[in-house]
């Protein structure tokens, strides 16, 4: 089951998926096939139409969130790095978010890695975190590492950091340890998600 499947079955489970929901979200879909610059209009609209309800089959998952993924998974392939620079552009939050969580799923390649910059380097917990899943592959190593620090510093769970485990390095343990000496001489610790992450790194630092 593809990512796109696994959102719209999501979608039609929900008890506030009713018909008018259905139909318009059917409708948005066919318009964008064959006219893809009205995604933005759609995309926009998608929140009040939808609603913003969790969905139960497709955890992390709002229903805006769902129907805007599939919005520009309908795009044409050569026209989807265009369209979603410009949806987060000039977005809100919530459409931010959806754009970023659906990255994973879209034909972009590293086109879109100026979001995940432009996501990390604001002080909105939820855009960063949406910016380190899967897509977070494209981004190098340092500013991975400064993703996952920022984490730390926003109390941001490191559970939602995808790879983390694959990607965590002996560098990454250095920021730990001098951000973890800075707040203990401010009185203050690190959450302890990352006590455990830099434990397991110099750990294994010790024993190689």
């Given at each position: 089951?593809?990512?796109?499947?696994?959102?719209?079955?999501?979608l039609?489970?929900?008890?506030?998926?009713?018909?008018?929901a259905?139909?318009?979200?059917?409708?948005a879909?066919?318009?964008?096939v064959e006219?893809?610059?009205?995604?933005?209009?759609?995309?926009?609209?998608?929140?009040?139409?939808?609603?913003?309800?969790?969905?139960?089959?497709?955890?992390?998952?709002?229903?805006?969130?769902?129907a805007r993924?599939l919005?520009?998974?309908?795009?044409?392939?050569?026209?989807?790095a265009?369209?979603?620079?410009?949806?987060?552009?000039?977005g809100?939050?919530n459409e931010?978010?959806?754009?970023?969580?659906a990255?994973p799923?879209?034909?972009v390649?590293?086109?879109?890695?100026?979001l995940?910059?432009?996501?990390?380097?604001?002080?909105d917990?939820r855009l960063?975190?949406?910016?380190?899943g899967p897509?977070a592959g494209?981004l190098d190593?340092?500013?991975?590492r400064?993703?996952?620090?920022?984490?730390?510093?926003?109390d941001v769970?490191?559970a939602t950091v995808?790879?983390?485990?694959?990607?965590?390095?002996?560098?990454?343990?250095?920021m730990l340890a001098a951000l973890?000496?800075?707040?203990a001489?401010?009185?203050?610790?690190i959450?302890d998600?990352?006590v455990?992450?830099?434990?397991?790194l110099?750990g294994?630092k010790?024993?190689?």
């Open positions: 089951m593809t990512e796109s499947e696994r959102l719209r079955a999501a039609a489970a929900e008890p506030g998926h009713d018909v008018r259905r139909e318009w979200l059917a409708d879909l066919a318009r964008i006219r893809p610059e009205t995604v933005g209009r759609s995309f926009a609209a998608a929140g009040r139409t939808v609603g913003r309800a969790p969905l139960a089959d497709a955890p992390d998952w709002t229903a805006d969130e769902a993924a919005l520009l998974a309908a795009l044409p392939p050569d026209r989807v265009d369209e979603v620079a410009a949806l987060y552009r000039y809100d939050a931010k978010r959806a754009v970023l969580k990255l799923a879209l034909p390649g590293a086109a879109a890695v100026p995940l910059h432009d996501a990390i380097r604001s002080n917990a960063v975190t949406a910016a380190l897509y494209h190593q340092a500013m991975w400064q993703a996952v620090l920022k984490c730390v510093f926003m769970s490191l995808d790879g983390l485990t694959e990607r965590a390095d002996a560098e990454l343990a250095t973890a000496e800075e707040r001489a401010a009185g203050r610790s959450p998600d990352a455990a992450l830099l434990t397991t110099t294994e010790k024993d190689a």
